[in-house]
Each structure stands twice: as structure tokens, then as C-alpha cells.
């Protein structure tokens, strides 16, 4: 039985294995400068802005569907909230900061509508499609703003994001927290979590099943598009501004994130703590790389494309059986 | 120099529990055809597979024109001179004849620079062989299968080929073909070639072999001389029963039809296909590959294009435009194939049993209960004692038919008035096989309306009380009780 569980939780047991050989590669070559527990307060503010974008995009990869546009949309929608709070600062910060998210998130309603009919719909590509979206909400925002940072926040807004609840938890990663709890419950306690990993296994069979596979689509992109929009909300949060292109150098580090949890894009497969291991590690490379002030942020695409590389060959070899000769995730890792 | 071209003894072959090849012996004479026959699921396409160095034997002997061979690779058997023509026929639909012919040996020979002379000259050199007479310039995908064939045997022979298998040569053709490519066989065989021809139809092995080996549940259970076999013989050693087959006998058919399809139409499909359907009944729907059988199926399940006709279900017409819509009004169907229109074959054997009727198990806001999905499942897994210690196990895990009753069970979770099965038993080992066909009688005395739609001519006879047999699109017979034989049908699709 013990071993049962063991096999069963192999992968996320190899995942903290890796967390613990990246803390102690850079413990052994920064020494205690990891340990300070501000270089852990700047951790956990700065994962969550990404990481919830990661958790929508995980949606997509589950589904089996891949989302290009996802930060371009979100930039998007950002600069066209930010661009109203601006233009009514003198009303009451509250209700026009509402509206600002409202907008937003609505901007993200209509980007995922869009990329879940040009895929179900019209059949496209999933990459081709959203690659073109991608480069039309770019080319929106760049027109809209001449590739200049939008600014002009209510002071209200960054200063809910820089505070504490309970004087400890920031509340960028107090609403991490909570979006993650919603994936979870969503992923492993609802119809849709259910029908989301067997469409992603096999749409066709799923349609065979009488499952309304178009209508999955199109709601596992709205879903994707507008949890990403709600870590680009908090993008704005730390930035203090919107801008065509601050989401960009996360694109690729949000995929790479996923791979590694092993939800990869071959669809039905993956667990959403295993996403949150990966992102916790993302992170600690992230900030143990700061700490070496010669390589600077030039190198960062350098880093994750290396990495994604890496990730993504070691998880085709667990596709074909086994790990260090352990029986790990990868495409034989499901959901429990 | 042995009489035998090709030896295989003591061929043993296993892929995870499943002993695909149980110590299996096997040869084949220089310049003689022979029938490798079998039911479906019972090792033959392993052993060819196998032969032609696809897979790898776990033990057993191979000997060619004398020479032991240790490891057979795919390169190594076409150097050897075994070719294999396939049921796909391996072909290039986009590219002319032609190119169809030369294309290999222009690889081959690491050629990177296109002469279309050269390209002729083989092309015409290939065809010659056999006297075939074709435009080199028509496209491959536009010829008929019996026309593919004879290229794909033309190429074969480019490889000075001394042993051509066929893997089911004669499924999708009509008798006029099947003539034409036996003549083709016997001129082969006439030079020398050795032929291995996969088959499992009674008629035409005793037609065209020499010898015949004949395969069951992994072994070989007769090899030697057709002519010292009859016919009652061969169909003992095919199916291991000598007791008649449990036909079904209806006890419950209703009055009035469930289902009724009028003038029904999908243009370039099927056109003009009338039939009615009582419950109690299982019907018949057989014909050859391309018939319109499966579209027929698609249609009446709101997956196909309906350009004319009507479809009533108990007196009132309806319209079925999704599964999700055919579902809603009781109508079930099992596809065709399998792993990739049945089952989400990397999830558990539970998720897929429950998939069709998550409804079901919803609760409040959406919710849903795993334990709930498991217990209900396992309903199913011990009903029709799915062979599996633990329904969380993927359902690749199970065998053909195990997976069958997989999908089965997904369906019969819901109230159906129709039930349509696209050839149910593909696939499936005779055990198996037999408990579906047993399953399947009972639903219908029990009031369920079942089509069967198959090209397994036997499991048509044995199992449905009524027939109707397609071709090119349109109803051409229908025959019911103890009209229906293999004979007649065969008589009517040809």
C-alpha cells in the first residue's frame, strides 16, 4: 500500500527532489544569501503575478489546446483598464478601480471567445490561430499607445497590492492562493475538471461520448484568457503601469513551467500541485540568477530557453518509460 | 538447400501479459500460395509482423533458403526479399504512378536529382512483371483498390521479391477483382514466388491456397496441404467450436418500429435507404469497405449530413443534429474504431465507463464525487466482468475485448431505446467475443433495438434476425430468418 503511494506521487516526489538541488546549488555558490528572509518576501511577491497566469494557461494545455496570445491579450486589456482609471481619476478610486478590472477581464472574455472559435469552430490550428491573435492584440496595444508605458493609477490600486493580510501574506499572493484553491477545486471536484482531462486525452472520443466538445473548447480558452488577464492585473500592480510588452519575456516561462509539472500539451494529463511545485522552483532560479550581478537580464531568454529545451527532452524520455529508471510522470502521469 | 523458402519454428512472442505467439511453427515452399488464416485477434498480423522484422521474436528459429537468421530488421527482410503489401497498401495517394513505383528505388539508390526517364523506365519495367497495364500519370489516391493493389504488388516486385505477403488482400473487393488478383497471384506463384496470403474467409483460401496454417488464441493449430482439409474441418480449426454457433433467437420484438428511416440521403454517402427497426430486434448492416454501412451509422447518430429523407423515431420524425442530440433520444453507438473514437485510452477504465453519462453523477453547482464515479463503474466492471483488479487502471491496460465491454457499458449506463454497434467484435479474442454476442442477444430480449453493423459475415448470420446488405451507397438486399447465410450475402454484395 505504502509503496502504492509512493509510485502514485513519484513525479511530484522527483519535482521537490529538483526544488532541493536547485536550493542547494545556489546555497553552495552564494552561501547564506539565499536565506535571508527578505530574498523569500521577494519570492513570494513576485511568483504570483505569473503564476496565476500560469494556472489559466494550464486549462489550455490540459484541453489538449495551446494559447499563444494569452499575454498580449492580457497586455491588452491591462492598457485598456489602466487607460480608464487614468482618464477618471478624479472619480472615487474605488468604483472606477472596479470598473477598470471589469473592463479587463472583460476584454479577456472576448479574446478567449475568439481563440476557442477560430480552434473549434473554424478548425484552425490552436498555435497558428493564437499566434495571429497574439500579434493582433500587440498590434492593438502598440497603436492604441505608440509602444509607450500607460500610467496614471489610482494610488489605491498599488496600495492594496503592497499590503499585508494578517501582516504577513502580500495580498498579490493571498489572491494566488485563492485562485489556485478555485483551479484545484475546479480541476478535481467538478463535471468540468472531469470532462476537461478526457477531451484532452482524446476530443474525439469524448464527442463519440456525447459530450459537447465545442462548447469545452471555447470555455477552457474564456476560462485560460481571463485567469491569465487576472495575473497581468497584478503585473499592473507591481509595475505601476501597463505597457504592449511587459508580459512577453513570461510567455515562454509560463510553458516552460507547465512542462516541467509535466501538463504538457498533448493534453489530459498533469496535476495542478505539481504546477505549484514547478512555479515555487521557476522562482528560486529566477531570483538565485539575480543574485550573480554579471549575468545580466540579456541572459534571461538564454536561461529559459535552455531550460525549456532541457525540460522538454527529459520529458520525452519519461514519455517512453521511466526517469532514472524511476516510473515517473511525464505522458504516463495522470491525474490521481 | 531445404524445400522451404521460409522456417520458422517454435516462434514465441509476448507484449506484457498477453501472449501474442505461443511457440508457433510456420513455412512456407518456393513457388506455392500460402493461406495463413485466422479469426481476428488470433496472432496472425504479429507473425507478419514479425517476419517482416517490425517486431522482434522473444524465442523460436528462423531459417531463409537454409540460413538461420538471428535478427530480422525491416531493411534485412527487404534485402532478403520479403515484401509485404499491407491492408493500407502503403502508397502515396498524392502522387502519381509513376512516382508511386520509382520513389523507392530512387531512395535506395541515394539518388537527389529527378530524371523523369529513369522514372519511366522503372515505373515501366515494374509494371511489365505482371503485364499490368495502367496510366503512369494518373494519381494514385483517384484508382480503384484493386488498381492500388496491383501497383503496390508491381513495387513489391521491383525488390526481386521471393516472398509477398498479403495481408487481407480481398476486403475491400468486389468478386470481378478478387478474380483478377487471384489470376495475378497464380502468375506469380507460376515464377517461382512464394505467396503468403492472410485471409479468414472459408472460400477463398480453399480458392487460391497450397497450404494453409491456420491460427487460434496464438497458436498454430493446423499446418499443411489445403487439400487434405474440408471445409468443416477448417471452420473447427479457425473458431475451436464444434458445436453450432448460439444463434439469436427473438422473443420480444415490438410492434411498432422504434425507428424508421425513409428515403434517407447523404450525398456521395448513402442515398435513398429505407428501413424500419422494432425493439427486440437486432439488424443486420453489412456490405463492403466504402458501402455506406458507417455513415449510415453516423447519420442516424448526428454526425453525418443529411441532404434528404426522414429519420422517425417511435411515429414522429426527428432531426438528430449531435451525439449530445442522438443521446437525448435514446440512441447509442459504439464506433467503429475503437482507440480513437471510443475510448480515452491514457484515463481509467471508471472515467470512461462514466463518460457518457456524467448527468448522472452531477450535484449541486457542478460538483461531482470520484468515489461516487468509481462505485458506479465498478457496477459495470463486475456486471460484465471487465478483467481488471482495479478500475483506476488506464483503459489500455485491457484487452480488445475487455476494452469493448468498456465501451459498451458506457452506453448501456444510459436508457436507450436503439443501440448501434459498428463492427463490435474487431479486434476481439473468440472468448470475449462470444460473451458480447451473448451480452447483446440478451439487450434485445430485453427491449432493446440493436443494429449491427459488420463485414464479419459470420457474426451477421449468427447474431441478427434480419439483414440488410449495402452497396455503393444503396440498399441492394435485405433478407430475414433463415434467409440470411453467408452464401446469399455474399452472392447479393458481389
Redesign the interface.
Known amino acids: 500500500m505504502k509503496t502504492k503511494t509512493l509510485q502514485k506521487h513519484s513525479y511530484t516526489l522527483m519535482l521537490l527532489g529538483l526544488m532541493a538541488v536547485v536550493l542547494l546549488f545556489f546555497t553552495v555558490l552564494k552561501g547564506g544569501m539565499l536565506w535571508k528572509g527578505d530574498v523569500w518576501l521577494g519570492i513570494a511577491m513576485q511568483f504570483p503575478e505569473y503564476g496565476v497566469v500560469t494556472l489559466g494557461l494550464m486549462f489550455c494545455f490540459i484541453c489538449g489546446k495551446m494559447d499563444m496570445s494569452f499575454m498580449a491579450l492580457g497586455d491588452f486589456a491591462t492598457i485598456m483598464a489602466v487607460q480608464y482609471m487614468a482618464n477618471h481619476a478624479d472619480a472615487p478610486a474605488g468604483g472606477v478601480i472596479l470598473v477598470g478590472i471589469l473592463i479587463a477581464l472583460g476584454i479577456a472574455v472576448v479574446g478567449g471567445l475568439i481563440n476557442g472559435l477560430l480552434v473549434s469552430e473554424l478548425d484552425i490550428p490552436p498555435v497558428m490561430a493564437t499566434i495571429s491573435m497574439q500579434l493582433v492584440w500587440t498590434g492593438l496595444s502598440v497603436a492604441l499607445t505608440s509602444g509607450n508605458t500607460v500610467k496614471g493609477l489610482p494610488a489605491l490600486y498599488t496600495e492594496i497590492g503592497h499590503k499585508y493580510l494578517f501582516g504577513f501574506l502580500p495580498v498579490p499572493l493571498l489572491i494566488f492562493l485563492v485562485i489556485f484553491a478555485l483551479c484545484w477545486f475546479l480541476l478535481n471536484h467538478t463535471v468540468y475538471g472531469e470532462k476537461l482531462y478526457m477531451v484532452g486525452t482524446n476530443i474525439k472520443a469524448a464527442r463519440f461520448s456525447a459530450i459537447n466538445t465545442k462548447r469545452m473548447v471555447v470555455g477552457t480558452y474564456i476560462l485560460c484568457d481571463v485567469i491569465c488577464c487576472i495575473g497581468c492585473l497584478l503585473m499592473v500592480n507591481t509595475m505601476a503601469s501597463a505597457k504592449a510588452d511587459y508580459g512577453t519575456s513570461y510567455v515562454m516561462r509560463c510553458i516552460l513551467i507547465l512542462v516541467l509539472a509535466g501538463v504538457l500539451p498533448d493534453g489530459g494529463m498533469g496535476k495542478i500541485g505539481n504546477v505549484l511545485i514547478a512555479i515555487v522552483t521557476i522562482q528560486i532560479i529566477a531570483t538565485g540568477v539575480n543574485m550573480f550581478p554579471n549575468l545580466n537580464t540579456y541572459y534571461a531568454s538564454l536561461i529559459w530557453g535552455g531550460l525549456l529545451i532541457v525540460v522538454l527532452i527529459l520529458s520525452t524520455r519519461v514519455g517512453e518509460g521511466g526517469l532514472f529508471g524511476l516510473k515517473l510522470g511525464g505522458k504516463k502521469q495522470l491525474k490521481a | 538447400m531445404s524445400e522451404y523458402l521460409l522456417q520458422m519454428t517454435g516462434i514465441d512472442k509476448r507484449f506484457g501479459g498477453v501472449h501474442a505467439l505461443d511457440h508457433v511453427n510456420f513455412a512456407v515452399r518456393p513457388g506455392k500460395v500460402m493461406c495463413l488464416a485466422g479469426e481476428n485477434g488470433c496472432g496472425k498480423s504479429t507473425l507478419v509482423k514479425i517476419i517482416s522484422g517490425v517486431y522482434t521474436r522473444d524465442e523460436g528459429e528462423v531459417m531463409f533458403e537454409g540460413q538461420p537468421i538471428t535478427h530480422i530488421t525491416p531493411a534485412e527482410a527487404t534485402r532478403l526479399g520479403i515484401q509485404v503489401i499491407y491492408q493500407d497498401l502503403s502508397i502515396f495517394p498524392n502522387l502519381t504512378v509513376m512516382e508511386n513505383l520509382a520513389i523507392n528505388s530512387e531512395i535506395t539508390a541515394n539518388r537527389r536529382i529527378v530524371n523523369r526517364k529513369r522514372w519511366e523506365q522503372t515505373a515501366k519495367e515494374a509494371l511489365s512483371k505482371i503485364g499490368y497495364d495502367i496510366d503512369l500519370y494518373a494519381k494514385m489516391g483517384d484508382l480503384s483498390v484493386a488498381d492500388k493493389q496491383l501497383v503496390a504488388i508491381c513495387r513489391a516486385l521491383l525488390f526481386n521479391a521471393k516472398l509477398i505477403i498479403m495481408d487481407e488482400p480481398t476486403t475491400a473487393l468486389t468478386k470481378k477483382e478478387v478474380d483478377a488478383l487471384f489470376k495475378t497471384v497464380r502468375q506469380l506463384r507460376d515464377s517461382g514466388i512464394a505467396i503468403m496470403f492472410i485471409s479468414h474467409k472459408t472460400e477463398e483460401i480453399f480458392e487460391i491456397s497450397d497450404d494453409v496454417c491456420i491460427m487460434r488464441n496464438g497458436k498454430n493449430v493446423f499446418s499443411g496441404p489445403t487439400a487434405e482439409l474440408t471445409k468443416k474441418d477448417f471452420t473447427y480449426y479457425m473458431t475451436g467450436r464444434e458445436l453450432e454457433d448460439d444463434y439469436f433467437v427473438p422473443t420480444n420484438i415490438s410492434k411498432e418500429p422504434v425507428l424508421k428511416v425513409d428515403r434517407l440521403t447523404w450525398n456521395g454517402k448513402f442515398r435513398d435507404v429505407s428501413f424500419d427497426l422494432r425493439k427486440g430486434e437486432i439488424l443486420g448492416i453489412t456490405g463492403l469497405l466504402g458501402s455506406g454501412r458507417t455513415e449510415l451509422a453516423l447519420a442516424l447518430?448526428g454526425?453525418g449530413k443529411i441532404n434528404g429523407g426522414t429519420i422517425s423515431l417511435n411515429g414522429q420524425p426527428v432531426k438528430i443534429t449531435?451525439?449530445?442530440d442522438?443521446?437525448k433520444k435514446r440512441i447509442g453507438?459504439v464506433?467503429e474504431d475503437r482507440l480513437?473514437?471510443?475510448?480515452?485510452?491514457?484515463?481509467?477504465i471508471a472515467?470512461?465507463i462514466m463518460?457518457?453519462s456524467?448527468k448522472q453523477?452531477?450535484r449541486v453547482?457542478?460538483?461531482?464525487?470520484?468515489d461516487e464515479?468509481f462505485e458506479k463503474s465498478n457496477e459495470w466492471v463486475k456486471k460484465f466482468s471487465i478483467a481488471t483488479d482495479d478500475a483506476h487502471k488506464?483503459a489500455s491496460t485491457l484487452s480488445g475485448g475487455n476494452q469493448q465491454k468498456i465501451v459498451l457499458s458506457?452506453w448501456l449506463n444510459n436508457d436507450l431505446d436503439v443501440l448501434i454497434l459498428n463492427g463490435p467484435t474487431v479486434g476481439v479474442d473468440i472468448g470475449a467475443k462470444q460473451d458480447i454476442h451473448a451480452l447483446v442477444h440478451d439487450l434485445a430480449n430485453q427491449g432493446l433495438a440493436v443494429i449491427i453493423i459488420s463485414d464479419d459475415l459470420a457474426e451477421v448470420v449468427v447474431n441478427c434476425n434480419r439483414v440488410i446488405v449495402m452497396k455503393d451507397g444503396a440498399i441492394v438486399g435485405e433478407m430475414t430468418g433463415d434467409r440470411i447465410t453467408e452464401e446469399h450475402i455474399l452472392e447479393i454484395i458481389r
Open positions: 447518430f454526425l449531435s451525439p449530445i442522438a443521446q453507438y464506433p480513437t473514437e471510443g475510448l480515452c485510452l491514457r484515463q481509467p472515467d470512461n463518460l457518457s456524467l453523477l452531477t453547482l457542478g460538483t461531482l464525487s470520484h464515479l488506464h458506457k
